[in-house]
């Protein structure tokens, strides 16, 4: 197939990235020792803390997320230190591999894939841990691979009422930037990031959001670490440098994205993914096609997972999409391969650019003969409309 016009990027990440952003790397690369770096990073760090919502530093990584992951580990553990882990999907697998990997003791509390972290199951976890043997809780805020969002605030409440004292690492890889999150309010000790989804960056920076407690624990913690280790970076960032060669172009890039999101205005950038979300729930439904995510609390503003019915192959289906009309959707990982459809509407992402997205959904599924409803697109349309106000009669 021959393909023309913009190709379609409708996984959960990497996402679009935005023209301004692309420009803003198309730039030659400066000294990462002098002046102009400097005030680079300063203003990185600034605008970065008003989007995790902190007042306390970021680590920032050339590195994945999954590195970031590592990082929030290795920092703040020892070896042998016990860490809850909350099975949400194939991402909370990811962590558990990795604490294991390094020598943790992981208890992996079993979830149903398609409900968020239960408060309730920590609270009472945690209250039969008196001596507080246990170091770490480990939650996937957005669970990528589902579609459904773990409440993180709850979950603070639940270590508060039993006054666990245990760290609480978040993943917030496919949060940050697209669903509102609170590192202050709600206590977290490391929160996990990558720049190539709700920070509309290509893949290539990750993020540890860090508090004090986090801070004072890395002080003791004996995991092995060097790349890794927070506080060069921490020391260093404080002239507005690194301790190794930074990512330069990238950081050009998140200094524009960083802009684009003060711009738009967080609480904004929030409600235009609740209603992408909203409207992409619309037209799942009215197909006649399951979401994963089982509670309405718990659904996802930055992406959607549906199940293919029955005897019909999810992976056939998302390469007729692709073949079609160029565009990629997200696959499904772990025991929801080939089962699952993922529909990324986060970052850079508009009205029109859903309605091309699920016009290509429905689409596929006609040529795929998939058995639907019609009139998906039309009810997510409608939806789309619903909360637009109505135009001003021009004086
Ligand atoms: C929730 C979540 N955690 C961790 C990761 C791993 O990030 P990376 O692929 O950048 O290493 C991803 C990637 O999609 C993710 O969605």
Request: proline share 18%.
């Given at each position: 197939m021959h393909c023309t016009g913009r190709h379609f990027l409708?996984?959960?990440?990497p996402t679009n990235v935005p023209d301004r952003v692309l420009r803003a790397m198309d730039y030659p690369v400066i000294d990462h020792r002098g002046p102009e770096f400097a005030a680079l990073t300063r203003e990185i760090l600034d605008g970065l803390g008003l989007v995790f919502k902190t007042s306390g530093p970021v680590v920032i990584f050339p590195s994945s997320g999954t590195g970031a992951a590592e990082a929030a580990l290795v920092n703040t553990l020892s070896p042998g230190d016990r860490a809850l882990v909350f099975e949400t999907g194939h991402f909370s697998q990811v962590w558990r591999g990795i604490a294991e990997r390094h020598g943790l003791q992981v208890e992996y509390v079993p979830e149903n894939w398609r409900l968020g972290a239960s408060d309730t199951e920590l609270e009472s976890r945690l209250a039969a841990d008196p001596t507080h043997t246990i170091q770490a809780v480990v939650v996937v805020h957005n669970e990528t691979s589902t579609g459904v969002t773990s409440r993180i605030g709850a979950l603070r409440a639940a270590m508060n009422r039993v006054r666990h004292p245990a760290l609480l690492i978040v993943d917030a890889v496919s949060s940050l930037g697209s669903i509102d999150f609170r590192q202050d309010e709600w206590e977290v000790d490391v929160t996990v990031v990558g720049s190539?989804?709700?920070?509309?960056?290509?893949p290539g920076l990750g993020f540890n959001a860090v508090s004090e407690k986090a801070i004072a624990a890395s002080r003791s913690a004996k995991l092995g670490r060097s790349y890794w280790d927070w506080r060069p970076v921490l020391e260093q960032n404080r002239n507005g440098f690194f301790p190794y060669t930074p990512a330069t172009n990238l950081l050009f890039a998140l200094r524009e994205a960083l802009r684009m999101l003060h711009e738009e205005g967080l609480q904004n950038v929030f409600l235009r993914h609740d209603r992408h979300a909203h409207a992409t729930r619309t037209a799942v439904k009215t197909w006649g096609l399951e979401i994963v995510c089982e509670d309405p609390r718990e659904y996802s503003s930055s992406m959607t997972a549906f199940f293919m019915p029955d005897g019909h192959d999810a992976d056939r289906f998302r390469s007729i999409v692709l073949e079609h009309f160029d565009m990629s959707l997200g696959v499904g990982l772990s025991k929801l391969a080939g089962r699952v459809v993922r529909i990324g509407h986060l970052g850079s992402y508009n009205d029109l650019m859903l309605a091309a997205t699920l016009s290509g959904i429905e689409m596929g599924l006609r040529v795929a003969g998939v058995p639907h409803r019609e009139g998906g697109v039309t009810a997510a349309l409608r939806s789309l409309t619903q909360d637009v106000p109505a135009a001003q009669p021009i004086a």
């Open positions: 409708q996984i959960p990440g190539q989804k709700g920070l509309m960056l290509p």
